[in-house]
DNA sequence: CTAACTCCCTGATAGC
DNA sequence: TGCTATCAGGGAGTTA
């Protein structure tokens, strides 16, 4: 489900809705997410504290609470947040539920349970950066023409594969790398030591315009993902070749074509992508 | 080292 | 109706 703009529609949504309330108590499903669930950490740190804000960092949610501790989510392929009557019928796939001082639930549900969930304090975060090895942020300085040439230098992996890999850029996922790359009229199998400063340059500039529309659309809603108030997001609509194999492109009237690069579906317009 | 492949898991859909 | 195969937004680990 979701890349970089679902993340920051659902963090953006579940701030002021968190913010200022206190996690009375949690409840865990019998199964356990991609790690088994921090259940110590849980009851010593986030049980009993309060909730000072939401921040997302690639494409995980950070809340940040009192007493120096942090808990992130990773949502994975399925996974999803929302907030509910404490009352309201639990879901299938509800794995985690946090208790509310107002009465309201936090629920994390994840039908594939590839998400996971971890608690860190402030010291652990610096000592053991689960962010270490991340590349930069899309909208950061420092994703730049001049560092993708960069740390492209001597390798041959496809383009479209290099910015979907973490440590290069965060936040890229299988579907904006696709409309990135069209946008930007690059094909996608490219090796990465064929192009230029100018080639990274339109590959920035067109990886940030779509990600900043996306996150304006609420994100894209494929099959099931849906922002912290249980709504569809828009983008889908506005996809130029994810998904669209066989339908004309969009500059050209040419159909979109589907292959598989590292195991992912990938579309592209051959005559407008070089 | 790089790049490709495999696996984690459930559910929707297509084809027989 | 029911079976089987394929595919899905991510990412970690293994293999050649």
Known sequence: MPELPEVEVVCQGLGPLVRTRKILSVSFSNKKLRKPFPRAKMYSRVEGSFILGVERRAKYIMLRLTGKSVM????????????????????????????????????FNDVRRFGCVEVYSEKELRENDPFAGLGPEPF?????????????????????????????????????????????????????????????????????????????MGGSTISDYENVSGEAGYFQLE????????????????????????????????VCQK
């Open 72 to 107: 992130l989510f990773h949502l994975g392929m399925t996974g999803k947040i929302g907030l509910f009557d404490r009352d309201s019928p639990r879901r299938k796939h509800d794995h985690l539920r946090f208790l509310l001082d107002n009465g309201k639930e936090m629920r």
């Open 140 to 216: 950061s300085e420092d994703f730049s023409a001049d560092y993708l040439l960069n740390k492209a230098r001597g390798k041959q992996v496809p383009v479209k594969s290099f910015l979907m890999d973490n440590r290069v850029v965060v936040g890229l996922g299988n579907i904006y790398a696709n409309e990135t790359l069209f946008a930007a009229c690059t094909h996608p199998h490219t090796p990465v030591n064929r192009l230029s400063r100018l080639d990274w340059q339109r590959i920035v500039t067109k990886s940030r315009l779509i990600l900043k529309k996306a996150i304006a």
């Open 239 to 270: 996809l130029a070749v994810y998904g669209r194999q066989g339908q004309p492109c969009s500059r050209c009237g040419q159909p979109v074509v589907r292959s598989v690069l590292a195991g992912r579906a990938t579309f592209c317009c051959p």
